[in-house]
């Protein structure tokens, strides 16, 4: 199982981007889809989870300017970023919890390398 990110780059403080998380390989089961993000010398925070079901959840710093859509046929999740500031750059990984096989013991998860975000003032 591999999960790639894409869509980063290097924006104006008040664009917009739209970054893709792919899963390639087999999964039997797939469950919470999540984007996080770390700005340097910062700890690791949860931007957006979508639970799986219909749940999505955002950290109150990006409620009103990012959308998460999900595509379960093909195994993606998307983070759609408007209004961005200077305080959204940060590399942006993507988590996705799933069974690999119907006999696994449990879900496991699965991390991308991310994709680096820079917005400029």
């Known amino acids: 199982v591999h999960v790639v990110e894409s869509g980063g780059g290097v924006v104006q403080a008040g664009g917009s981007l739209r970054l893709s998380c792919a899963v390639s390989?087999?999964?039997?089961?797939?469950?919470?889809m999540a984007w996080y993000r770390q700005a340097p010398g910062k700890e690791r925070e949860l931007v957006a989870v979508?639970?799986?079901?219909?749940?999505?959840d955002y950290a109150d710093s990006v409620k009103g300017r990012f959308t998460l859509i999900r595509d379960n046929d093909e195994n993606t999740l998307s983070l759609v970023m408007s209004s961005l500031q200077v305080e959204d750059t940060a590399l942006y990984s993507c988590?996705?919890?799933?069974?690999?096989?119907?006999?696994?013991?449990?879900?496991?998860?699965?991390w991308g390398t991310g994709t680096p975000v820079t917005v400029s003032s």
């Open positions: 988590e996705v919890t799933g069974w690999v096989s119907e006999f696994s013991d449990g879900p496991a998860d699965f």
């Open positions: 390989g087999f999964m039997f089961s797939i469950g919470p």
């Open positions: 979508h639970d799986g079901r219909y749940n999505i």
